[in-house]
């Protein structure tokens, strides 16, 4: 077979609207199943983004023998059980992030992952499939900047519904679980190293239980990086290295999606270089991911990593106030 053919678990607003169109540009991956809770509303999807079946039931699709791999876009108190029903049915992950509830659940995972060899499981961190963190990384091995000492990131957005699924505690809501993951994983892939201690400020609302406003301090062993990320301020998002000898500025880090990436490097205080990339990341994703499977080969990213971001997010939730 040179395709991977897919089933979709849910109709949420993230597959729906970006990850499943931009698989569907991807040339080895066939988008063949999609599934919710309601009948209706996988019926109407289906139908909408050209999808052959749909189904009632996640069991349903699971129990599909036509079906390769999942997507899992679940509310993430749903990542880690459906994710391992899909493995006990055969059938390779891509969940996305962050992986599970806590670091004892993301474990849990890493251990039963472990009991089926043959299958692919990764965390979709889809930033890191965007070129515009190649030439960021070449930058930093190329000795541009130096040595890092600091990085510094913001993602924020402004989210009042109570009803939205980012606001409720008890199904993995909060900032820190929707975006501040990604200034986490950022963080580590650009120091390729893992943080020796962690310090936070988490504000918790009073109402939906879930941090809104979140600042973590990382120290690493050769460096430090800081970040805030909120859901409850203007949206917005950067991502600065600084090193000795050079600064790198990422204008949209994390999900430009099909608008162009800016990139600068500068050296006391002048613009040495400039970089604009364009790419759909998702799409980046899907090509890497089928790739694995359909070759045997490692993922690019090992839920390995998945887990580590998981003991940052725990450190940084036992600061919450």
Known sequence: MDYVRWGILSTANIGVKHVIPAMQKSKRSKVTAISSRNPKRAGEIATQLGIQKSYGSYEDLLAD???DAIYNPLPNHLHVPLTMKALEAGKHVLCEKPIAMN???AEALLSKIKAFPNL??????????HPQWEVVKKWISDGEVGDIKTIHSVFTYYNDDPENIRNKAGIGG???????????SASRYLFEDEPIEVKGEVEIHPDFGTDVLASGILRFPEGTATFTCSTLASPNQKLTVYGTEGIIEMDIPFNPLENPADLRLKKDGKMVKEKTTQANHYTLQADAFTQA???NTDVP???EDAVANMK???ALLSHKK
């Open 174 to 184: 909060g900032g820190l679980m929707d975006i501040g993951c990604y200034c986490i």
């Open 65 to 67: 023998d036509e079906i």
């Open 103 to 105: 670091l004892n659940e």
């Open 312 to 314: 940052v997010i725990d």
């Open 301 to 303: 990213t090992p839920i």
């Open 120 to 129: 692919k499981v990764m965390e979709a961190f889809m930033y890191r499939f």
């Open 293 to 295: 499977i359909l070759n």
